[in-house]
């Protein structure tokens, strides 16, 4: 059982919520998302595992069962090209859940007309391998999101 919990602090939604169908319609696999508070912030490790891809705007951790967690910090922000956004970790490098991983300001990335939202998926899970999904309210860095079998 894996324990995956919030890589910011904000406000849980639930992926229908995203501005984006790809993860709206759970294209990538099942989640949540996070609406970020609108300040300079840091993302963390959303469980413990190996960082098996890194880009500004997102990375996935693989955990130790092969789950893979992919946070990716807003809506169409790969057009931004990196600004913005500081990488304090590298693909490969093993994280510890709670550790720093990206740097960034989603008051900036929505200034620059982008949604802030940030989906938080498992990647090639079914809907029923997740349970207890936060999909309201208030979340704070390391609160759990969901748990997935």
Not at 12 to 23: Q, T
């Amino acid at each position: 059982m894996t324990t995956v919990t919030s890589p910011l602090t904000g406000r849980a939604v639930g992926l229908a919520a995203v501005p984006d169908p790809v993860f709206s319609d759970a294209m990538v696999g099942p989640g949540t998302a996070v609406d970020p508070v609108r300040e300079p912030t840091t993302a963390v490790a959303p469980v413990d595992g190996l960082v098996v891809s890194m880009h500004p705007h997102a990375f996935v951790v693989l955990d130790a069962d092969g789950h893979g967690v992919l946070t990716h910090l807003g809506i169409d922000t790969v057009q931004l090209n990196g600004e913005g956004f500081e990488l304090l970790v590298s693909k490969g490098d093993q994280v510890k859940r709670g550790q720093p991983v990206v740097k960034w300001n989603p008051a900036a990335v929505e200034a620059a007309g982008k949604s802030p939202i940030s989906p938080i998926v498992a990647l090639e899970a079914s809907a029923e391998a997740l349970s207890a999904v936060a999909e309201a309210g208030e979340i704070v860095t390391g609160g759990e999101l969901f748990t997935w079998a």
